[in-house]
Every structure is written in structure tokens, then in C-alpha cells.
């Protein structure tokens, strides 16, 4: 069989936008393995605590750095996404928003909503 250099490709990711709706699904995958992994993180934490204050000291320098700041936000918004996101389910449960334009809407929503309390979490969060 001869290769037909005149058929079309198909779209690369880099080529291809993907809609929101599908981008969510891809989120709510991807959060539910954060937070697999952040769970993991939290016993650690509490273990470190449990095993004394050498233990929770090296612990707490770690948590306190700049990178673990930027984990426990990225845990943050992935807990905020992932809620988010199952609301949405929960209403498509209802048999609500099935249209492309509702769906469409509610992965905006859902996402910036995940954003909003995320940013109003670590602004209480670090000014208390």
C-alpha cells in the first residue's frame, strides 16, 4: 500500500483546543491524584509530629519554604477544583446542564470558583 502524502492528519494537542468540558474532565483527573498524593503528604506530616519535635521541625522547615508553600497552595486548589468540579456532577446528576453551552458555562464556573477559594483561603490563611 502506497503512502498518500494528500490525506489529512489528524490534530496534535498542539494544534487542537481542547473545550473547556474537556479540559475539566482532564482537571478532575488529574486533582484526584493530587489529593491522593497530598493525603499521603498529610500523614507525613502528622507522623513527623507524632515522632517528636526533631522530627516536626525538619518537617515544619520544609512546609515553610517557598516550595512547600507552593505545594500546599496547588493542594489547596486542587481540593477547591476537585469539590467544584463534583457539584457540577452533581447537578448533571439532576439531570440538569447538558447542553454544550450549560456544560460549557459550568466548567467556567467551576474552575474559576476553585481560583476564587483559593485565593480567599490563603489570604486568611496568611493573614491570620
Not at 481542547?18 to 482532564?26: E, F, I, K, R, Y
Not at 493542594?75 to 469539590?83: C, E, K, P
Not at 463534583?86 to 440538569?96: A, F
Request: charged share 10%; net charge neutral.
Amino acid at each position: 500500500m502506497a503512502w498518500n502524502d494528500s490525506r489529512p492528519l489528524s490534530p496534535h494537542l498542539q494544534i487542537y483546543k481542547l473545550p473547556p468540558t474537556a479540559l475539566m474532565s482532564v482537571l478532575h483527573r488529574g486533582t484526584g491524584v493530587v489529593l491522593c498524593i497530598g493525603t499521603l503528604m498529610l500523614v507525613l506530616i502528622l507522623a513527623s509530629a507524632a515522632s517528636g519535635a526533631d522530627a516536626y521541625a525538619s518537617t515544619h522547615w520544609w512546609i515553610s519554604s517557598w516550595f512547600g508553600y507552593l505545594v500546599l497552595i496547588g493542594f489547596t486548589f486542587s481540593v477547591y477544583a476537585h469539590f467544584c468540579n463534583g457539584i457540577r456532577h452533581l447537578i448533571w446528576d439532576l439531570g440538569y446542564g447538558f447542553d454544550i453551552e450549560n456544560a460549557t458555562k459550568g466548567a467556567k464556573v467551576s474552575f474559576g470558583a476553585a481560583i476564587l477559594l483559593t485565593v480567599l483561603t490563603w489570604i486568611v490563611a496568611l493573614a491570620a
